[in-house]
């Protein structure tokens, strides 16, 4: 039976396995899609006494903020950004 550290051991060798398949391949990229992703964002509540000095209470609600994923069709690493290009492929005659 393995122990604690062999199988942390048999975990690295597979990590290191992926990475070098990632970054070895010919990344061959899917269509980009959105793929919003939801953060737990600070909102002030109240002033909180504490002696002579209050403290701000924040509680915490859900965002969603604007994020567009592709994943590779050959080793199914996936990228993500939040930024956008504009980009125009269209061709229109010129008269």
Do not use: N
């Amino acid at each position: 039976m393995g122990t604690a550290t062999d199988k942390i051991k048999e975990l690295r060798l597979e990590i290191e396995r992926q990475e070098k398949l990632i970054k070895d391949c010919k990344h061959s990229w899917s269509k980009s899609k959105y793929d919003p992703e939801t953060v737990q964002v600070p909102v002030y509540s109240h002033l909180e006494p504490c002696g002579s000095d209050p403290y701000p209470v924040y509680t915490y609600h859900p965002k969603q903020m604007d994020r567009w994923s592709r994943t590779c069709t050959t080793c199914g690493h996936t990228q993500y950004s939040t930024e956008l290009v504009l980009v125009s492929t269209e061709k229109e005659p010129k008269f």
